[in-house]
C-alpha cells in the first residue's frame, strides 16, 4: 500500500482527484463485483493504463479507496467529535454538522464505506479489516461514551431514545443530501440548514430531555 500511496501522490493533483471520485462512485454504486474499470477511466478522463500503472488491478484500486476514505473519515468527520459532550444531541449535532461538511468535500466517501460494509462482494486483507473494525469501534465512542443520560426524563427507556434520536438526525440528514443533489456544493451556503436542523434539536430536546436540560 505505501508504494501504491506514494506513486499515486506523485500524479498531478486534479488527475488524482479525477480518478478518485469517479473510482469511488463507481463502487459505491456498484460493488466491487459489478464495478468496471472501463467506466472509471472514462469518468475520469484519463487511459486505462494509467490506473493499472498506480494500482496494478481492481483490487488494488478499490483496497486502496478503502484504506483511502477511512483516513478521511477519520480525520475530517470522528476527530471533530467531542466525546467529552455528556449531552447526547449535542453531540449528534457535532457528528452530524462534521459529516455534511466533510460530505461536501469528500461526497462519494461515506456512499462507498456504506456498500464496503454492508456489501462485503471483496475480501479484505487483514490488515484492512482491522482498520475497519477499529473504526466501527472508535465511531461508537465517539456518539456513545460518557452520555448524561440523567438529562432523559424519568420513565424514558434511554436506548430506544437513542435510536429514535439518531433515527431522526439521521433522516434529516438524507433529506438535505437529497436536496442538494445536482448542486455545486462549494457555493451552497449551509446556514438556512443548520438553522432548521436546530430548530428540530430544539424539539427533541422537549421530547426527551427533563426540563432543566433542554438548553
Aim: proline residues 2%; glycine residues 6%.
Amino acid at each position: 500500500m505505501g508504494k501504491i500511496l506514494d506513486k499515486f501522490e506523485s500524479l498531478e493533483p486534479d488527475k488524482q482527484q479525477r480518478i478518485l471520485a469517479a473510482a469511488l462512485a463507481e463502487f459505491a454504486e456498484n460493488g466491487f463485483a459489478q464495478a468496471s474499470t472501463n467506466r472509471i477511466v472514462k469518468a475520469a478522463e484519463v487511459g486505462k493504463g494509467i490506473l493499472f500503472y498506480y494500482f496494478q488491478s481492481k483490487k488494488g484500486l478499490y483496497e486502496y479507496l478503502v484504506n483511502y476514505s477511512l483516513d478521511v473519515m477519520l480525520e475530517h468527520y470522528l476527530k471533530r467529535i467531542d466525546e467529552t459532550e455528556p449531552d447526547f444531541i449535542e453531540r449528534l449535532r457535532q457528528a452530524a454538522q462534521a459529516k455534511m461538511e466533510t460530505y461536501i468535500k469528500y461526497r462519494h466517501v461515506f456512499s462507498f464505506m456504506a456498500t464496503v460494509m454492508l456489501q462485503k462482494d471483496s475480501a479484505l486483507p487483514a490488515h484492512l479489516e482491522t482498520r475497519l473494525g477499529e473504526m466501527t469501534a472508535l465511531a461508537y465512542e465517539k456518539l456513545y461514551s460518557g452520555i448524561d443520560r440523567n438529562r432523559f426524563r424519568a420513565g424514558i427507556d434511554v436506548e430506544k431514545a437513542f435510536q429514535l434520536i439518531r433515527w431522526s438526525i439521521e433522516g434529516y440528514q438524507n433529506d438535505l443530501t437529497k436536496q442538494l443533489e445536482g448542486k455545486k456544493l462549494s457555493e451552497i451556503d449551509l446556514n438556512p440548514y443548520w438553522e432548521e436542523f436546530y430548530g428540530y434539536l430544539d424539539v427533541l430536546k422537549e421530547s426527551f430531555y427533563e426540563k432543566g436540560d433542554r438548553t
